[in-house]
T-cell receptor, first 115, second 111 residues
Framework: NAGVTQTPKFRVLKTGQSMTLLCAQD?????MYWYRQDPGMGLRLIHY???????AKGEVPDGYNVSRLKKQNFLLGLESAAPSQTSVYFC??????????????FGQGTRLTVV | LAKTTQPISMDSYEGQEVNITCSHN???????ITWYQQFPSQGPRFIIQ???TKVTNEVASLFIPADRKSSTLSLPRVSLSDTAVYYC????????????FGKGTRLHILP
């Protein structure tokens, strides 16, 4: 059982380049989330989705776009990468939103460096 | 969303019981309390969740007093492998679908 898979695991971008991070889950979860984590910090929510075809902004959405065309996939896009977007990105999925019986499952992370 | 406050860091020794307390003074009636564990270079992992009194599983216990304004994660007989960051989350039920993390508590287990 793969759970939540993130692609790629590592990437180096030049300032101004674009890229897409892919998150795939095989648990048929409705909810999916993208977070970033900077050194010594907690996770900050970028965008999330409550179901196929829906997206919503989190705490730090600027500079990122997302799409949820298929239930199992949640894509995070950087249109014009900036050094401030150097971070580790985590994707998560959950059968429910925040609250009772919520157990979010996380991927292994994508380490992104923007130079 | 109910805000949580945890100690930034804690140290303990192998074999000891570790208690990490989280304050959530403005917890709402429908809010549940959830704890996650994160090892270096890994995504967080669910540990335990509760609403009131005490919850226990194979990994930890969660103690919640009657007023629910705080909660304590208890890790029995810790080992070096319990060195991690522990996050306390308070989740609203059916009001908001966001899962918001704070800065967590960095637990360091010493030999």
């Amino acid at each position: 059982n793969a759970g939540v898979t993130q692609t790629p695991k590592f990437r180096v971008l030049k300032t101004g380049q674009s890229m897409t991070l892919l998150c795939a889950q095989d648990m048929n979860h409705e909810y999916m989330y993208w977070y970033r984590q900077d050194p010594g910090m907690g996770l900050r929510l970028i965008h999330y989705s409550v179901g196929e075809g829906t997206t919503a902004k989190g705490e730090v959405p600027d500079g990122y776009n997302v799409s949820r065309l298929k239930k199992q996939n949640f894509l995070l896009g950087l249109e014009s990468a900036a050094p401030s977007q150097t971070s580790v990105y985590f994707c998560a999925s959950s059968p429910n939103g925040a609250g009772r019986n919520t157990e979010a499952f996380f991927g292994q992370g994508t380490r992104l460096t923007v130079v | 969303l109910a805000k949580t406050t945890q100690p930034i860091s804690m140290d303990s020794y192998e074999g000891q019981e570790v208690n990490i307390t989280c304050s959530h003074n403005n917890i709402a009636t429908n809010d549940y309390i959830t704890w996650y564990q994160q090892f270096p270079s890994q995504g967080p992992r669910f540990i335990i969740q509760g609403y009131k009194t005490k919850v226990t599983n194979e990994v930890a216990s969660l103690f919640i007093p009657a007023d629910r304004k705080s909660s304590t994660l208890s890790l029995p007989r810790v080992s070096l492998s319990d060195t991690a960051v522990y996050y306390c989350l308070v989740g609203p039920l059916n009001r908001d679908d966001k899962i918001i993390f704070g800065k967590g508590t960095r637990l360091h287990i010493l030999p």
